[in-house]
T-cell receptor
C-alpha cells in the first residue's frame, strides 16, 4: 500500500489566505519531500526535510515533521493564484534502496483571485 | 523547466504499435527513474537505474522495456500496449545516494494514449 497519504484531497481558498496540507506515512523514513505539480506537467521539488529535523522553511513554505506521529504538514502562507497545483508528499524509506520515493495521492489546491 | 527533457510530449499509439519514449538529463546525475501517473492514482515507480544499472523493476509488465545507455539518457520502449496503459509517463533523475542529495528532478512527461 502507498506510504504517504495527503489530507485533504482538495482545498479551495482565496488569494492571501494560508493553505495547510497534511501527510501521513506508515514506516520509518530517511527523509520526507514535498513536490508540486501543475496540471499535466512534471513534478517540481519544493522542500526536503530529514528525519532528524522538525521544521524547515523555504520562502513562503513551512514544513513540519513529527516522526512520532509519522506525519508532516506543508504550510503555504499568503497564497497566490499561481500556487494552484497538486501537492504531493514523498517518503524516502529506510528499507528502500537507491533513493526510492513513495508518493501519496496528492492534495489539489485551488487559489482563487 | 528543469534540466530533464522528455520526448515526445504527446503520443497516440495503437495496441500493435511499437514506440519509444526518450528522457535526457543535463544535471550530471547518475540515477534515473520512470514513473507512471494515471488519473486518480498515486505516482507509480516503474524502473530505477543507478550508474546505468537497473536497480528496481516494480513488477512492470514486459510490454514496457527500459534502456539506459548512459547516465544521461533513459528510454522506455513500448510494444503491444493496452488501453489501460494510457497515462502520463514521467522521467526523473537524481544524485545517487552515495553522492548525497536526495531530491528528484522531473521532466515534463509524455502523455500517452493507447487506442
Amino acid at each position: 500500500s502507498q506510504q504517504g497519504e495527503e489530507d485533504p484531497q482538495a482545498l479551495s481558498i482565496q488569494e492571501g489566505e494560508n493553505a495547510t496540507m497534511n501527510c501521513s506515512y506508515k514506516t520509518s523514513i530517511n527523509n520526507l519531500q514535498w513536490y508540486r505539480q501543475n496540471s499535466g506537467r512534471g513534478l517540481v521539488h519544493l522542500i526536503l526535510i530529514r528525519s532528524n529535523e522538525r521544521e524547515k522553511h523555504s520562502g513562503r513554505l513551512r514544513v513540519t515533521l513529527d516522526t512520532s506521529k509519522k506525519s508532516s504538514s506543508l504550510l503555504i502562507t499568503a497564497s497566490r493564484a499561481a500556487d494552484t497545483a497538486s501537492y504531493f508528499c514523498a517518503t524516502d524509506g529506510i528499507s528502500g534502496g537507491y533513493n526510492k520515493l513513495i508518493f501519496g495521492a496528492g492534495t489539489r489546491l485551488a487559489v482563487h483571485p | 523547466e528543469t534540466g530533464v527533457t522528455q520526448t515526445p510530449r504527446h503520443l497516440v499509439m495503437g495496441m500493435t504499435n511499437k514506440k519509444s519514449l526518450k528522457c535526457e538529463q543535463h544535471l550530471g546525475h547518475n540515477a534515473m527513474y520512470w514513473y507512471k501517473q494515471s488519473a486518480k492514482k498515486p505516482l507509480e515507480l516503474m524502473f530505477v537505474y543507478n550508474f546505468k544499472e537497473q536497480t528496481e523493476n516494480n513488477s512492470v509488465p514486459s510490454r514496457f522495456s527500459p534502456e539506459c545507455p548512459n547516465s544521461s539518457h533513459l528510454f522506455l520502449h513500448l510494444h503491444t500496449l493496452q488501453p489501460e496503459d494510457s497515462a502520463l509517463y514521467l522521467c526523473a533523475s537524481s544524485h545517487s545516494p552515495g553522492q548525497g542529495g536526495y531530491e528528484q528532478y522531473f521532466g515534463p512527461g509524455t502523455r500517452l494514449t493507447v487506442t
